[in-house]
């Protein structure tokens, strides 16, 4: 692949472990994916699939010990496993940036909302108070905070959940990095206001040319939002690609089973669809494929021989031994 071509982030097996007293817990097991400069990518899957701790992997949160991180982590073609806790302290704000789901508790309380948002800029830009306070302004009228000037001195317990979480976008915003990671950003919202941060997202995503990765176990969110999905279950990637494909013609049974589950405005009366069963618990995975003891549609060999993720087509990629595309590491 050629440097103009290079993808912008480019994950390779990543692996994440920790310590735990009942042994090793294997969170992440050999992810990988890309990301090019203003895409959108979802990652998909139920608490407990990676899905999170990934993403933190990336965003160097995972602390060493009880965590171990391991594989190649490559932003613009440079492993940012290898460099220096300094070098990857600049580069979050800077390239990369998360958003939380839970923006109430991630504010600070006692601070007021304006010297949140601006602490960052105030930091990494060494300006002046008032620069940080008009930058400030800046960044919650660019979030649609009405009022913003005002605002300021607002504390968080003054705002709702959806106006708190709007806050949090804005401080991750604050350097224009290139990649903004979002994780469950609506989960603890009304539907009405998750609509309208996903809309805030996608507008700020095009109007800033970012990358944006969206973590969820929405699909409703994921069908509206994304370029490319990927779906996660039990540590790994299970079936990724376009997202009208994934939708419209899902390979994996877990992806089906998850598209099923989904409510649906013309199914009125019907009974909604469950997949049976509960994901692994963290380090006690089966055999074989860890699905299958869920899985409607497993063979003999799911029970013990692994599936691993490969193309089925040009746009999609799926982990399972009814696709026929390979079998086990
Ligand atoms: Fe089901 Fe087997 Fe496919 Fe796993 S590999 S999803 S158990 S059919």
Redesign the pocket.
């Known amino acids: 692949m050629t440097a103009a071509t290079a993808p912008l982030l480019d994950v390779r097996d990543l692996r994440v472990r920790f310590d735990t007293p009942h042994g090793e817990v294997l969170a992440v097991d050999g992810v990988s994916w890309v990301l090019s400069a203003g895409e959108t990518l979802g990652i998909i899957g139920e608490s407990g699939s990676g899905k999170s701790v990934g993403v933190e992997a990336i965003m160097g949160l995972i602390k060493s010990p009880p965590g171990h991180v391991s594989g190649e982590i490559l932003f613009e073609g440079r492993d940012i496993l290898t460099i220096s806790e300094r070098q990857r302290r600049a580069l979050r704000g800077e390239e990369l940036a998360m958003v939380f789901q839970d923006a109430m508790s991630a504010l600070n309380p006692s601070l007021t909302v304006g010297s949140q948002v601006s602490e960052v800029y105030r930091l990494r830009r060494h300006c002046s108070q008032q620069d940080a306070r008009n930058k400030a302004v800046e960044l919650m009228d660019r979030v649609r905070i009405p009022s913003a000037r005002t605002r300021l001195n607002n504390y968080p317990h003054e705002f709702s959940g959806g106006m708190c979480q709007r806050v949090m976008i804005a401080t991750a915003l604050a350097l224009e990095p290139r990649i903004l990671i979002a994780d469950e950003p609506t989960t603890a919202l009304d539907v009405t206001v998750q609509r309208q941060i996903m809309a805030l997202l996608s507008d700020l995503q095009r109007e800033m040319g970012m990358a944006l990765v969206l973590i969820t176990h929405d699909l409703g969110v994921v069908a509206e939002a994304v370029d490319r999905a990927m779906v996660m279950y039990a540590g790994t990637i299970v079936e990724a690609g376009n997202v009208e494909v994934l939708f419209d013609n899902p390979s994996?049974?877990?992806t089906q089973g998850l598209l099923q589950s989904m409510p649906r405005i013309d199914a009125r009366g019907d009974r909604l669809y469950a997949i049976g069963g509960a994901p692994p618990a963290a380090g006690r995975l089966p055999p074989g494929?860890a699905?299958?003891p869920r899985?409607e549609?497993?063979?003999a060999e799911?029970a013990s021989v692994r599936?691993v993720l490969l193309p089925i087509s040009d746009i999609q990629r799926s982990a399972?031994?009814?696709t026929g595309t390979g079998n086990a590491k």
Do not use: I, M, T
């Open positions: 994996h049974p877990y494929c699905f299958h899985c549609r497993r063979v799911c599936p399972c031994h009814l």
